[in-house]
């Protein structure tokens, strides 16, 4: 299994260019969900799916948008760059059912000019 | 909302010490993961907790949940710089959707 992936791994955008990360996992979970990580932060949720079709907003949702058409991918799209997403984006992933491991991406590095 | 204090925010230890990082939850824990994070890179799993009183270990680490005091402690016995790195607690924040949340991290320096 590659377990989550996600490209790209570094991105650089100027203010307001529009992109998509992309992730994607093969072990069949239900529930997947973004973070982006700053520098005294931690980690703090984007957006997450409980299933195919399915979407919800975590805490800071602003300026992103998401789908789940399939169970194994669930990008995230950025529609109007802006310097303050500048972040690392994960991906995670698991079994729907709490209580289980969630596995992470290795992270996509993204820079707004 | 939940939320979780780790201490200390960073810690350099010399190689062959003990150490330990706490995370505390300002709701009750009814789940918390333990994951570190090498510089640069993604997040690895360590382990988690799901009851009061529960220890688990692996290698060298040691992580215990305190129900009562809504809280996490992770040891680290004979440290090593294969150690180093930012080491997260996250638990599972209330309702039914079973969303992660996460402390700050604690940055571990562990000096040869």
């Known amino acids: 299994n590659a377990g989550v992936t996600q490209t790209p791994k570094f991105q650089v955008l100027k203010t307001g260019q529009s992109m998509t990360l992309q992730c994607a996992q093969d072990?069949?979970?239900?529930?997947m969900s973004w973070y982006r990580q700053d520098p005294g932060m931690g980690l703090r949720l984007i957006h997450y799916?409980?299933?195919?079709?399915?979407?919800d907003q975590g805490e800071v949702p602003n300026g992103y948008n998401v789908s789940r058409s399939t169970t194994e991918d669930f990008p995230l799209r950025l529609l109007s760059a802006a310097p303050s997403q500048t972040s690392v984006y994960f991906c995670?992933?698991?079994?729907?059912?709490?209580?289980?491991?969630?596995?992470f991406g290795p992270g996509t590095r993204l820079t707004v000019l | 909302s939940q939320e979780l204090e780790q201490s200390p925010q960073s810690l350099i230890v010399q190689e062959g010490k003990n150490l330990t990082i706490n995370c505390t939850s300002s709701?009750?824990?009814?789940?918390l993961y333990w994951y570190k994070q090498k510089y640069g890179e993604g997040l690895i799993f360590l382990m988690m907790?799901?009851?009061?009183?529960e220890e688990k270990s692996h290698e060298k680490i040691t992580a215990k949940l305190d129900e009562k005091k809504q809280q996490s402690s992770l040891h680290i016995t004979a440290s090593q710089p294969s150690h180093a790195g930012i080491y997260l607690c996250?638990?599972?924040?209330?309702?039914?959707?079973?969303?992660?949340?996460f402390g700050k991290g604690t940055k571990l320096s562990v000096k040869p």
């Open positions: 907790l799901q009851k009061g009183g």
């Open positions: 072990m069949n979970h239900e529930y």
């Open positions: 996250g638990a599972l924040a209330g309702g039914s959707q079973g969303n992660l949340i």
């Open positions: 799916s409980v299933g195919a079709g399915i979407t």
């Open positions: 709701k009750t824990l009814y789940g």
């Open positions: 995670a992933s698991r079994w729907r059912a709490s209580y289980n491991e969630q596995f």
